[in-house]
């Protein structure tokens, strides 16, 4: 079992935003835990209501979304998912850097355990990487967050911002590793 923990950074613009933003990977076997951990002042964040029926949605990103990329580390191809607070998931593989976007129908669905608390958000969430053809796969991976400020601005975080925008895509953003 392998566990590794990261820190994120807000690109420019986050000013107002006072959070401690970490998320943890856990890879046992074929399954890959991660979990989010959002501390702080958590009112200047437009954080969704818990959904009644979760269910995979479209466009998660462009509001409060916490997102994993994963690829295998030999491919070019790679996998976005998508894990809505509310608990609405969604997830996405690439043939390459922003090519052949399609919605990864092995991934029937994805059950994110969600905890809250006036200064403390918790998402968790275990992904099969079995059925993704990864679970035998050194992998590379990136986490990130976007995050709605309650002013209707959203901010970009993640463990590095290789480029001049946020672009979580980048293949030097994915600066986790973890081996079968």
Known sequence: MEQKTVRLHPFSGAAGVEL???CTICRQSCLLQVAFRLHGDLQAVAIPASAESPARR??????????????AEASHAYWEFNLSPAGHWNVYRFDDYRQGM?????????????????DLLCL???IDLGGLGLDRQPLV????????????????????????????????????????
């Open 124 to 126: 968790e969430c275990m």
């Open 58 to 71: 479209h466009r998660l990103w462009e509001k409060t979304c916490l997102e994993c990329f994963i690829s």
């Open 20 to 22: 401690d933003i970490t």
């Open 102 to 118: 399609r919605e990864e129908k092995a991934v029937r669905k994805l059950t994110p355990d969600i905890r809250r608390s006036p």
């Open 141 to 180: 991976m990136g986490v990130a967050a976007v995050l709605r400020s309650s002013d209707g601005r959203n901010t970009y975080w993640a463990a590095v911002h290789p480029g001049s925008s946020p672009d979580f895509h980048r293949r030097e953003a994915f600066v986790l590793k973890a081996a079968p």
